[in-house]
């Protein structure tokens, strides 16, 4: 089988609250998996699961080809979304003590450790206190720390919240330099825009519902619209105007006039290609700018309410 993990059929009420309502997903191997959705969607829950945290009222997980059980939780690495460490410990001792729990020697995790803090360049932390450490280098300490003993599965729950954009960067790159390494990466994120581009597969969770799910490129293609933003000087701004919209039905009020450009969106029909397009307008002028319009995972999640 080629999924590291799958979950079937996840449901969990707190009292009469339905936190997850029937939510299944399938994690291949060597993919990063996107939980996508807002605050309260289910995602935490989802994850809480998984780890062994939560059970669920229904539905069961398998992990490898086994049925979840007790020692799976050392094939994970857990990031959780509330990120605890002893304010008064020092850094270096808190991750050494927090890397032994996870099963490694303490030489070898003095090792790694070393290595991951200069890779990060936080190696003169080691001695600071964990209370003098802002939000985002406390959660950069728990990065490390989860992932350090290199398990096969690596959970991170709101990896981003927290981290000003540069270290968001930071981080997402060691994301994808942890897949290529071979780790299976799970994460959720209730910002979709800024990390979509990490995921080879998302769900996307609203209301305790899974309401979509797939391989991105897949469902970027299905919720294209074909669309077309385009930048073009021509000698004769009300021609071209006047042509496109009986060539390419383009309502008038679509042009803009910036500077000396024309701006406008375009949205084929089925029996224009973008080629048609491009040939056209190099005919009438000079291309400055030719870009099809993909929607967002959040584009794509607002239509995918509406269209449930
Ligand atoms: P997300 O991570 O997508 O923001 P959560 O999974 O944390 O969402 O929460 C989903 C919903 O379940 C929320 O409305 C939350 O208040 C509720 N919930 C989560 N855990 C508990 C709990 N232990 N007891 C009661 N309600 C809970
Ligand atoms: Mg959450």
Known sequence: MNN???????SKKFGNFTALNNVSIAVPKGSIFGLLGPNGA??????????????PDTGHVILDNEALQPHHVRDIGYLPEERGLYKSMKVGEQALYLAQLKGLSKSEAKTRLKYWFERLEIGDWWNKKIQELSKGMAQKIQ???TVLHQPKLLIFDEPFSGFD??????IKDEILRLKEEGATVIFSTHRMESVEELCDHIALIHQSNKILDGKLIDIKRAYKTNTYEIGIRT???RQLQ???AEKFTVSPANFKTIGDELKLNVKLQEMHTANDLLSYLTSKGEVSHFVELVPSANDIFIQAVKNN
Do not use: C, S, Y
């Open 4 to 10: 590291l993990l799958e979950a079937h059929h996840i």
């Open 42 to 55: 289910g995602k935490t829950t989802l994850i809480r699961v998984i780890n062994q945290i939560t059970m």
């Open 143 to 145: 990065f490390v720390v």
């Open 165 to 170: 954009p540069i270290n968001a960067n930071l």
């Open 235 to 237: 000698p004769d701004d």
């Open 242 to 244: 006047r042509e496109m």
